[in-house]
T-cell receptor
Framework: DAKTTQPPSMDCAEGRAANLPCNHS???????VYWYRQIHSQGPQYIIH???NNETNEMASLIITEDRKSSTLILPHATLRDTAVYYC???????????????FGSGTKLNVKP | DVKVTQSSRYLVKRTGEKVFLECVQD?????MFWYRQDPGLGLRLIYF???????EKGDIPEGYSVSREKKERFSLILESASTNQTSMYLC?????????????FGDGTRLSIL
């Protein structure tokens, strides 16, 4: 699975958009990009995933560059409760019995400030 | 929404005890996983299961065993607890039928072995 690179920390003002970057320059054509976050003392929470196209759900938007070597997670209106560590994970679509071991790196600590 | 429930948030046990960690999911997911999370090491896969009574070793299975007697329940067993098994333990589940499905995590059990 492709390695990902994320900044260790970012600040964002409450109510503003938070844009979290992720580099995955060695990504292969069949590898998906997943985003999770982990709020202190809780389990990781799935946010969104994508392959080629940009994706949006009720939590966030995922923008993937045309060459797929990087992506950005966008929280459109950050709140204090969005303060968490955000993980970008890239992994291939597995076969029927080749399961998706998710490798969580260090992630980005997002600090949302009042 | 997917619900993955771990039986205890905090647990304190003594060295040499047999410890059971329980995980239940309510979405009829085929695949279930046990991870441990330690500072600086990220999430590491201990065991996973793709069906009732089926299990596969992950990256760090030594000192652990698992049981999956029913589809919704996946138990992690520390055969003889040791202090180096003090950690945050996370259970996850996902649908079968292909590896792109995101994993959904419980809130974790913080286990201390004294």
């Amino acid at each position: 699975d492709a390695k990902t690179t994320q900044p260790p920390s970012m600040d964002c003002a409450e109510g503003r958009a938070a844009n979290l970057p992720c580099n995955h320059s060695t990504i292969s054509g069949n590898e998906y990009v997943y985003w999770y976050r982990q709020i202190h003392s809780q389990g990781p929470q799935y946010i969104i995933h994508g392959l080629k196209n940009n994706e949006t759900n009720e939590m966030a938007s995922l923008i993937i560059t045309e060459d797929r070597k990087s992506s950005t997670l966008i929280l459109p209106h950050a709140t204090l409760r969005d303060t968490a560590v955000y993980y970008c994970i890239v992994r291939a679509q597995a076969g029927a019995y080749n399961f998706n071991k998710f490798y969580f790196g260090s992630g980005t600590k997002l600090n949302v400030k009042p | 929404d997917v619900k993955v429930t771990q039986s205890s948030r905090y647990l304190v046990k003594r060295t040499g005890e047999k410890v059971f960690l329980e995980c239940v999911q309510d979405m009829d997911h085929e695949n279930m996983f046990w991870y441990r999370q330690d500072p600086g090491l990220g999430l590491r896969l201990i065991y996973f299961s793709y069906d009732v009574k089926m299990k596969e070793k992950g990256d760090i299975p030594e000192g652990y065993s698992v049981s999956r007697e029913k589809k919704e329940r996946f138990s992690l067993i520390l055969e003889s607890a040791s202090t180096n098994q003090t950690s945050m333990y996370l259970c996850a589940s996902t649908l079968g039928g292909g590896g792109w499905q995101p994993q959904h995590f419980g809130d974790g059990t913080r286990l201390s072995i004294l």
